[in-house]
T-cell receptor, first 113, second 115 residues
């Protein structure tokens, strides 16, 4: 079974631009979550999608948005990029049962200059 | 408000000895706890988990202990191997009737196992 796939692996953007990150979950998984990792901050929860519906959201500004398609693939968008958005963005998938372990992709390393 | 805390940013142990990584939490609604291991430039990989109805779970060299009254859990690795060198994240979730699969992570502990 293929794992969670995230594209691209690396991105360099400038302040004010917008960016879209993509995630393909493990086949059969209906839940996709997004996390932001910055040095010293651990993994911060962005949002979770289940069957194309956002069912939970973290404490991030509205510039961070996402969506999920009918094939469970998900995209995350960040508009009006700020320097502080530089981070590793991780996507995780699961079948969606509460408390179940998540399977993570390798992440997209975003650098905002 | 950091609901899951890993107060030791780093830990160094000798190969063959025991590694003990600690984690504290504040939310009494958490009912499921997990440990993840992360190498640089890779996503976290699941290690071991424990439900709040248990106080111990063991899987090979890895054992997780949960002390609900102290809101504390720990991961024991015995014996430690150089390949265990990585960042270890503690995570917790609250079921809330199954409406979400959100995990709250600690800030991680960098484990270095010296040969």
């Amino acid at each position: 079974k293929a794992g969670v796939t995230q594209t691209p692996r690396y991105l360099i953007k400038t302040r004010g631009q917008q960016v879209t990150l993509s995630c393909s979950p493990i086949s059969g998984h209906r839940s996709v979550s997004w996390y932001q990792q910055t040095p010293g901050q651990g993994l911060q929860f962005l949002f979770e999608y289940f069957s194309e519906t956002q069912r939970n959201k973290g404490n991030f500004p509205g510039r961070f948005s996402g969506r999920q398609f009918s094939n469970s693939r998900s995209e995350m968008n960040v508009s009006t990029l700020e320097l502080g958005d530089s981070a590793l963005y991780l996507c995780a998938s699961s079948s969606g049962t509460a408390g179940e372990k998540l399977f993570f992709g390798s992440g997209t390393q975003l650098s905002v200059l | 408000d950091q609901q899951v805390k890993q107060n030791s940013p780093s830990l160094s142990v000798q190969e063959g000895r025991i590694s003990i990584l600690n984690c504290d939490y504040t939310n009494s609604m958490f009912d499921y706890f997990l440990w993840y291991k992360k190498y640089p430039a890779e996503g976290p990989t699941f290690l071991i988990s424990i439900s709040s109805i248990k106080d111990k779970n063991e899987d090979g060299r890895f054992t997780v202990f949960l002390n609900k009254s102290a809101k504390h859990l720990s991961l024991h690795i015995v014996p430690s191997q150089p390949g265990d060198s990585a960042v270890y994240f503690c995570a917790a979730s609250a079921n809330y009737g199954g409406a979400t699969n959100k995990l709250i992570f600690g800030t991680g502990t960098l484990l270095a196992v010296q040969p």
